[in-house]
């Protein structure tokens, strides 16, 4: 129970800290991300470090940092159609880190390009979707839009969590995750749509198809996160990312759903709702 306590206490802190951060706007979700990144991919560093895989590290709290600054919406278009400042750092991050092993090799070079590109592509190029959504289809609309993978995701993990707990008896993934149930998947995703639900209903901005819908989706994408985070971790033969958060680990345990989520939540609104 004290673990659970604390779990909970931590969930719930971590919530109200992001929904503070994410109303106040880019002005405090900028340098938050930044932080979060810079953290996330240090607890990502020591846990190459701990299987003797080396990344270029200063480059990658460099370029880390660009991508985020370069998601902010409210940066003027690049001078060519299509495309992004994030396509361009990610670009020019990719060169970098080539010229670099030409110039300074040494043992495993393409492993070192391989792992550092990853590191950049799973942290901060997801959490530039944080600022993508925050503003789609604006700054007033998109408070609201950014709630739903944040009230969904919280809720999936709490339903996940007792719905494994209480009923859980198939393995969802046992060679990733032995924790996980497929009991637990769907607990998540019920609470998951009973809080989209009430959201879209209060707010009136959509029906309970949509809710339902999304609820899939958004639930779906954490789970997937999640997972995908144990994968790594397993692969990586580390149990915890870090031991920042009490009763959930490092940034990435707790940041895991989050990452998979919100971009998801993104591609879909952009995708089917908002007008072209």
């Given at each position: 129970?004290?673990?659970l306590?604390?779990r909970?206490?931590?969930?719930?802190?971590?919530?109200?800290m992001?929904?503070a951060v994410v109303w106040?706007?880019?002005?405090?979700?900028l340098?938050?991300?930044?932080?979060?990144?810079?953290?996330?991919?240090?607890?990502?560093?020591?846990?190459?470090d701990?299987?003797?895989?080396?990344?270029?590290r200063?480059s990658?709290?460099?370029f880390?940092?660009a991508?985020i600054v370069?998601?902010l919406p409210?940066?003027p278009?690049?001078?060519?159609?299509?495309?992004s400042?994030?396509?361009v750092v990610?670009t020019?991050?990719?060169?970098y880190?080539l010229?670099?092993?030409?110039?300074?090799?040494?043992e495993?070079?393409?492993?070192?390009?391989?792992?550092s590109?990853?590191g950049l592509l799973?942290?901060?190029w997801l959490?530039?979707y944080?600022l993508?959504?925050r503003?789609?289809p604006?700054?007033?609309d998109?408070?609201?839009?950014?709630?739903?993978?944040?009230l969904?995701t919280f809720?999936?993990d709490?339903g996940g969590?007792?719905?494994g707990?209480?009923?859980?008896?198939?393995?969802l993934?046992?060679?990733?995750?032995?924790?996980?149930t497929?009991?637990?998947?769907i607990?998540?995703?019920?609470f998951?749509?009973?809080?989209?639900?009430?959201?879209?209903q209060?707010?009136?901005?959509?029906?309970?198809?949509?809710?339902?819908?999304?609820?899939?989706?958004?639930?779906s994408a954490?789970?997937?996160?999640?997972?995908?985070?144990s994968?790594?971790k397993?692969?990586?033969k580390?149990?915890?990312s870090?031991?920042?958060?009490?009763?959930h680990?490092?940034?990435?345990?707790?940041?895991?759903?989050?990452l998979?989520?919100v971009?998801?939540?993104?591609?879909?609104?952009?995708?089917?709702?908002?007008?072209?």
């Amino acid at each position: 129970m004290e673990s659970l306590s604390t779990r909970v206490l931590t969930s719930v802190v971590g919530f109200v800290m992001i929904s503070a951060v994410v109303w106040v706007g880019w002005v405090a979700m900028l340098p938050a991300l930044v932080f979060v990144s810079v953290m996330a991919l240090f607890e990502y560093i020591r846990m190459l470090d701990r299987n003797d895989i080396d990344v270029r590290r200063v480059s990658l709290g460099m370029f880390g940092t660009a991508i985020i600054v370069a998601s902010l919406p409210m940066l003027p278009a690049p001078p060519w159609e299509g495309g992004s400042w994030r396509e361009v750092v990610l670009t020019v991050a990719l060169g970098y880190l080539l010229v670099m092993e030409v110039m300074r090799p040494g043992e495993r070079p393409l492993e070192r390009v391989v792992y550092s590109l990853f590191g950049l592509l799973y942290i901060p190029w997801l959490l530039g979707y944080f600022l993508l959504l925050r503003y789609s289809p604006d700054a007033g609309d998109g408070l609201l839009y950014f709630a739903l993978p944040l009230l969904a995701t919280f809720a999936a993990d709490i339903g996940g969590y007792f719905g494994g707990h209480f009923f859980g008896q198939r393995k969802l993934a046992p060679e990733v995750s032995p924790g996980k149930t497929v009991e637990g998947a769907i607990g998540g995703l019920a609470f998951s749509f009973v809080t989209v639900l009430v959201m879209t209903q209060l707010t009136q901005v959509g029906s309970p198809l949509d809710a339902l819908l999304i609820s899939v989706l958004i639930a779906s994408a954490s789970q997937l996160g999640d997972l995908s985070e144990s994968l790594i971790k397993r692969a990586l033969k580390t149990k915890d990312s870090g031991s920042s958060l009490p009763g959930h680990g490092g940034f990435l345990d707790r940041l895991d759903s989050l990452l998979f989520a919100v971009p998801a939540t993104y591609l879909f609104l952009n995708i089917s709702v908002f007008p072209r």
